[in-house]
């Protein structure tokens, strides 16, 4: 007759097995005809080269006019970038999946995915947080403008933001991907996600990323809190304007760009905090989507179409 020690034993082993068992990951099938297969990918397609199309252009637009070489631009430089990279980390191994009808993923290749992901999410977020604060200094402390936000400070504030998405992606990749995982290797979703992963795992050791997640949430929105702080002083000092086309364009700018953050940070909160027994593969899809394709896809939409220098730049960049 074995002892609890050695059953436990047992099961610890097994587990561990079952997990250094697993070579690859099996990602959400969109479709199980060859015809949706191939929508799917078109649509992506569709998607993912517009996402290129437009942050290629603002990126390369604010690096070679240098009449761009201001700290709003430089922020807006670094956000199309890190769309850039949150889209080219998503998109593309879900469609080459559609198109050649499998679903498998590397175990590195998933890890892969989680921590660019993570990596450029949560950097992009923190500077969503700096361009709003430019904003904010722009608007309603114009004297102290240059003070506050001179090259060095943007480069610094650059830099935390980068430095705080690689920090805590390589936290978040190191926590899920030493959890043992004995429920199989189907992820319910078109990328590897966080949530989806701990669904995997046999162990409660699982509460220690559950605890890290809702802490990157909790600080999520104490930016996002200063986000909106930050656009209502706005909106006080802009309402102040007697020319009514002023404060016209002042709220076309910032509006989209607060909807466009809403979503973001929702969505993101809803993904990786709510309760299994509301999950449901259609919903995490749709989730999905609204806050890791929407935000990089219509960016450069929200910050091109209302900026006339902006414009202007690409005008003359296509006329060279």
Known sequence: MSSPHSTVFHAQSEQMSNSSSITQFLLLQLADTR???LLHFGLFLGIYLAALLGNGLIITAIACDHHLHTPMYFFLFNLSVLDLGSISTTLPKSMA?????????????????????????????YLLTVMAYDRYVAI??????????????????????????????????????????CQGNAVDQFFCEIPQILKLSCSQSHLREVGLLILSCVLG????????LSYVQIFRAVQRIPSEQGWHKAFSMCLPHLAVVSL?????????????????PSLDLVVAVLYSVVPPAVNPLIYSMRNQELKDALWKLMNR
């Open 264 to 280: 973001f940070i929702s969505t993101g909160m809803f993904a990786y905090l709510k309760p299994p027994s509301i999950s449901s």
């Open 140 to 181: 309603c402390k114009p004297l102290h403008y240059g003070t506050l936000l001179g090259s060095r400070a943007c480069v610094h504030m650059a830099a935390a933001a980068w430095g705080s998405g690689f920090l805590s992606a390589l936290l978040h990749t190191a926590s899920t991907f030493s959890l043992p995982l």
């Open 35 to 37: 015809e949706l297969q």
């Open 97 to 125: 999946n559609s198109l050649w009808d499998t679903r498998a993923i590397s175990y590195a290749g998933c890890a892969a995915q989680v921590f660019f992901f993570f990596f450029c999410a949560v950097a992009e977020f």
């Open 221 to 228: 929105f104490v930016c996002f809190v200063f986000i909106v």
